[in-house]
């Protein structure tokens, strides 16, 4: 078990609604990441939170935000959700970011939040 | 535009065979690359970093800047190494970008 936890497990909400996804790293990580996994686009980047501030954005829509607590879970609010939005949502974490070339760089993945929108 | 291909979604292999998994990015730069794998009923992670240069479970993959290419390779594919296999790509900014990844199925 890598530490990262993600709940709900399993969200089925209607289109036009709003959800919250939310995210527990693993003890003592600083850095969490935001993923987006359908069949279609595969696993794409969304987001990424350091210590409580943006670090990088990926392919996030304007109707999806996120944030990250002073206890450093993250929430990802996904609003005025339409079909496509259904996928699995990943949530990841890493001690820090090192600008790529030290071990802390390592993601460990969360179990994801599996969306539906009917 | 960045981008990681991963040309093959499926590839089957007999158990004790040779295992290259394809990946090509499109980066103007030095990337940093990564192998994610997911096996059934877990979650994804890290395989390797072509940082770090080294083997993990009998998998290497070199980085070919010519080519632009960052395969995956194990000589004998073993039964557990059937599995979902991502090649991703992180640049300067950090930003991270994920092929579709390929499953790899080992045959008995």
């Known amino acids: 078990d890598s530490g990262v936890t993600q709940t709900p497990k399993h969200l089925i909400t209607a289109t036009g609604q709003r959800v919250t996804l939310r995210c527990s790293p693993r003890?003592?990580?600083?850095?969490v990441y935001w993923y987006q996994q359908s069949l279609d686009q595969g696993l794409q980047f969304l987001i990424q939170y350091y210590n409580g501030e943006e670090r990088a954005k990926g392919n996030i829509l304007e109707r999806f935000s996120a944030q990250q607590f002073p206890d450093l879970h993250s929430e990802l609010n996904l609003s005025s959700l339409e079909l496509g939005d259904s996928a699995l949502y990943f949530c990841?974490?890493?001690?820090?970011?090192?600008?790529?070339?030290?071990?802390?760089?390592?993601?460990?993945f969360g179990p994801g939040t599996r969306l539906t929108v009917l | 535009a960045q981008r990681v291909t991963q040309p093959e979604k499926l590839l089957s292999v007999f158990k004790g065979a040779p295992v290259e998994l394809k990946c090509n990015y499109s980066?103007?730069?030095?990337?940093?690359l990564f192998w994610y794998v997911q096996y059934s009923r877990q979650r994804l992670q890290l395989l390797l970093r072509h940082i770090s240069r080294e083997s993990i479970k009998g998998f290497t993959a070199d980085l070919n800047k010519g080519e632009t290419s960052f395969h995956l390779k194990k000589p004998f594919a073993q039964e557990e190494d059937s599995a979902m296999y991502y090649c991703a790509l992180k640049d300067r900014d950090d930003k991270i970008i994920f092929g579709k990844g390929t499953r790899l199925h080992i045959l008995p």
């Open positions: 003890s003592g990580d600083l850095s």
């Open positions: 980066y103007s730069g030095s990337p940093e």
């Open positions: 990841a974490s890493s001690p820090g970011f090192t600008g790529g070339l030290a071990a802390t760089d390592t993601q460990y």
